[in-house]
């Protein structure tokens, strides 16, 4: 077989060598074999397609590009289940005010072609990734390929040195509130959360970023592919960093309306509330209870999920008696997130509709 080097390739294709050692890394070019620190790629392979083309884009997959507390991901079926009759058809606008990672947002994004989206959520970092995923994702990919090639190759200890210090500049700019440095800081938001402790998002009482590294042999920091397929999707998509109830505008009778707020602690220890600076008591519950009769009688298709205080105290009526008027589904779900290890494990959570 003849071989050309990644800068022949390069040439060849009209895209950067970078670009070409990528391709190689993801197996996207058939028999390319490393030596050394060298890529040999077959003469006569074929230049992947480029994942940027729309025909490229059918039928793909797209998933939640952090990993994040409470991420529906493993009860997706049994929301997908409980979406209202008639969505997609006459009723064509999706509101998510607490969108997270977004599980349910992409599964609708990949499946639904709406007229109109908007999520929110009060996690500026997190909101800022959306906006520069949906408006800037070559820069983004750019960045943190770089820090992919970077991180991998390093020792335990070293890698420790680089997470502390991309964690501090990730905390340093975080305080700037300009938006020049957005992208680097979508970068940082994306690293960290690949790389540190079970992927969470905890801060100080001063806001500063706290989560320790994780122990990942060989984390994916960019995965070109899903993070282009999901920038063509939000194109269209209103994204807007605040309270839940900026939604206010937005919902109408022809919107459905997922409500996924941060779960009411099942105890007092396993309370974990702090996304933010900011915690989601009870009182926040109710006024949420609140917003959403307003919305019911606007007559939005609302769906909202939450934890089930019966696991633990069979008496705690909490949320029966808030959302008395309406569907009340238990359902089976496992936790991802939880400090205690006693506390895995099969727990029931709340889905509530008004249809
Ligand atoms: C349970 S998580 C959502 C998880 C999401 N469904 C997923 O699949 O990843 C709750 C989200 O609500 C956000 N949040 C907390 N208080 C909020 C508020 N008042 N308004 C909007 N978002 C809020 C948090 O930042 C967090 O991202």
Not at 68 to 91: M, Y
Not at 107 to 134: H, K, T, W
Request: glycine residues 4%.
């Amino acid at each position: 077989m003849k071989y050309m080097t990644a800068k022949e390739a390069a040439e060849k294709w009209n895209i950067s060598q970078r670009r070409v050692a990528v391709l190689c890394a993801e197996n996207r070019i058939e028999n390319a074999e490393m030596l050394g620190n060298m890529w040999l790629i077959p003469k006569d392979a074929e230049k992947p397609q480029d994942a940027r083309s729309l025909r490229y884009f059918e039928n793909k997959k797209i998933k939640p590009f952090v990993k994040w507390a409470g991420g529906k991901g493993q009860i997706l079926d049994i929301i997908k289940e409980n979406f209202p009759n008639g969505f997609g058809e006459t009723i064509r606008k999706y509101a998510e005010p607490f969108v997270g990672g977004g599980a349910v947002l992409f599964e609708i994004l990949a499946n639904y072609d709406l007229d109109e989206i908007m999520i929110a959520d009060i996690n500026q970092e997190l909101v800022n990734s959306f906006i520069v995923v949906r408006d800037n994702v070559e820069e983004l990919i750019n960045l943190l390929e770089s820090m992919q090639k970077e991180f991998i190759p390093l020792s335990t200890e070293d890698r420790k040195i680089y997470y502390y210090n991309k964690r501090e500049l990730f905390n340093d700019l975080k305080q700037d509130k300009s938006n020049s440095m957005s992208v680097a800081l979508a970068a940082l938001f994306i690293f960290l959360n690949k790389t540190c402790f079970n992927g969470l998002y905890r801060v100080n009482s001063k806001g500063g970023f706290n989560v320790p590294m994780g122990a990942y042999k060989n984390p994916l920091i960019c995965d070109a592919e899903n993070l282009q397929l999901i920038s063509q999707k939000l194109q269209n998509v209103k994204i807007v960093c605040g309270d839940y109830k900026e939604s206010i505008d937005f919902i109408d009778e022809n919107t459905f309306v997922y409500f996924d707020p941060p779960y009411r602690p099942l105890n007092a220890t396993s309370a974990f509330t702090s996304y933010n600076e900011v915690v989601f008591t009870d009182c926040n519950q109710e006024e949420l209870a609140e917003y959403i009769n307003m919305l019911n009688e606007r007559k939005a298709k609302i769906l909202l999920s939450n934890s089930d205080p019966k696991n633990h105290n069979e008496e705690d009526n909490f949320f029966d008696d808030l959302y008395a008027n309406y569907n009340i589904k238990r359902i089976e779900a496992s936790r991802m997130i939880n400090s205690k290890s006693s506390g895995r494990g099969k727990i029931k959570e709340l889905l509530i509709s008004n249809f």
